[in-house]
């Protein structure tokens, strides 16, 4: 059998709630109903009674019942006996045909086959030894009015709301469900088609749909940015190693051909040495923007002495100290993943020599500007003229492959400078004019002031 879904169980459960609640509104209104219409009936004997009371009376020894005596009005039938309980006046309902015994002052049910009766008796002393019992008896409605009323009211109207309210809340909670549906078919056509560019429409208003639909986009997004980096990665991987592995081929061949004597040999290996080397970087670099761009690279963030950090990697540069300067202002500390903060100045500093004059300078600057922590690496080199400036951040662009090559660069630096800092927060700028030089800029949200933490 199909299982019923949330919206059905939904409707049938308070269907039946529903048709229970009727049932037992219906019952408890029929048992008010009865009482009431028993304690009507009683009042309406007693008051009638009352009434016929004051209208019999006694004149030169013979009883007399005054002109508004009714022997049957409101339905009650008003009988007079005499002290020996023969019937004076009035006349005994058709039906009425029990033996009553007579008691003062009680209104008291009887039922006569399946009829019922309320009976009330007066004695009515009439001088000093001599009186009428009044009796007055009532035939109780078969079936009171307002039960009646009920009863068809039940029989036609309650289904008919039932089945009306059935059908309204069925169809309010298809309206509520609805962005579920869609949620599921967007998702299903996401998974379908394959396509994680797609993204759910987000249900109006602020509640758990809503929210549901932007945890699964964030997800597709996620899981669409972890498949475009592994596709790029595989891509750009298999892109640039083919150059030094047909390198590595070429001189195997060479070698299997014409390396006869050992120097050649030698250099053959040396070459392919040097290959394997740029392979190893290459994977090295790629394996690392892959991290980045993926956001699983970033599990290291702690708070370290970033003026500290700056100086040691100054101060471990092979580089000569006239010629690599830097300006450092103390004590100024933020949460960064050392690892990945030192590749950045590493990047930036080894740029600067590689695209720098003969004999040039780089100067390392880090300092606080308002919110900020700017790190500086300023060189007096060939710089980058202003339409390359913004590519150079893209992976494999280099402004001059030829220049670039010779000193072992494959494009990569800057990409990953630039997520680097995306990484931590931050952004990249650069100001550069060709033949003057590039300074390259890290702006990192600066930490706010600790009594504020
Ligand atoms: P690579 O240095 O490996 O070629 P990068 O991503 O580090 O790759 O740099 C991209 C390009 O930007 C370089 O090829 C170079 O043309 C240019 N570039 C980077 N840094 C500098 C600099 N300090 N001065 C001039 N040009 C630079």
């Known amino acids: 059998m199909k299982r019923l879904s949330i919206k059905v169980k939904i409707t049938i459960w308070y269907t039946l709630l529903m048709l229970l609640m009727a049932a037992l509104l219906l019952v408890f209104l029929g048992l008010v109903s009865g ?72 209104t008291r049910p009887v039922s006569v086959g399946s009829a019922r009766y309320y009976v009330l008796d007066f004695w009515v002393p009439l001088g000093w030894d001599n009186g009428v019992w009044v009796r007055g008896i009532l035939e109780a409605p078969e079936n009171p009015q307002l039960l009646t009323n009920l009863m068809l009211i039940a029989l036609i109207v309650m289904p008919l709301l039932i089945v009306l309210a059935a059908l309204g809340g069925y169809l309010i909670a298809r309206r509520a469900f609805l962005p579920l549906d869609q949620i599921t078919s967007t998702a299903a056509a996401i998974n379908e088609a394959a396509d994680l560019s ?36 595989t891509a750009d991987a298999s892109h640039e190693l083919r150059t030094p592995v047909s390198v590595i081929k070429s001189a195997c061949e060479y070698a299997e051909r014409y390396g006869e004597t050992p120097e050649e040999q030698r250099e053959t290996l040396s070459m392919i040495h040097r ?66 903060l030192t590749r950045l100045l590493q990047n930036l500093i080894d740029n600067g020599f590689k695209y720098g004059k003969e004999g040039g300078h780089v100067w390392v600057s880090l ?13 007096d080199g060939i710089g980058i003229p202003k339409e390359q400036q913004e590519k ?36 990249m700028s650069l100001e550069s004019i060709v033949g003057l030089g590039s300074t390259f800029t890290l702006h990192l949200p600066a930490d706010p002031p600790p009594e504020t933490i």
């Open 35 to 106: 009482t009431v219409s028993t304690q009507t009936s009683m009042t309406q004997l007693d008051q009638t009674l009352r009434g016929n009371l004051r209208q019999v009376d006694m004149a030169d020894g013979s009883l007399q019942l005054g002109e508004d005596f009714a022997f049957y009005d409101n339905g009650v039938y008003t009988l007079v006996y005499s002290q020996s309980e023969s019937l004076l006046a009035g006349q005994v309902p058709v039906g009425f045909t029990a033996n009553e015994p007579f008691q003062n002052g009680l």
């Open 198 to 233: 797609r993204r759910v429409d987000i249900p109006p208003g602020h509640n758990e749909f809503s929210r549901l639909a932007l945890t699964f986009n964030h997800m597709f997004a996620h899981l669409e940015r972890l498949f475009d980096a592994e596709q790029q990665f």
């Open 275 to 340: 290959q394997a080397d740029k392979m190893t970087a290459l994977i090295g670099q790629l394996l690392s923007i892959t991290r980045l761009d993926q956001g699983t690279d970033m599990a290291h963030r702690e708070r370290v002495d970033l003026s500290e950090l700056v100086q040691s990697i100054c101060r471990e540069q092979t580089y000569s100290p006239q010629r690599l300067l830097p300006e450092v202002e103390p004590g100024i500390t933020a949460r960064v993943d050392t690892a990945l």
């Open 367 to 379: 300092r606080r500007e308002a919110d900020e922590i700017q790190l500086t690496v300023r060189d």
């Open 392 to 427: 150079i951040w893209q992976r494999f662009y280099q402004v001059d492959p030829s220049r670039s090559g010779d000193r072992g660069g494959a494009g990569l630096g800057l990409s990953m400078v630039q997520k680097i800092a995306q990484a931590h927060g931050g952004t």
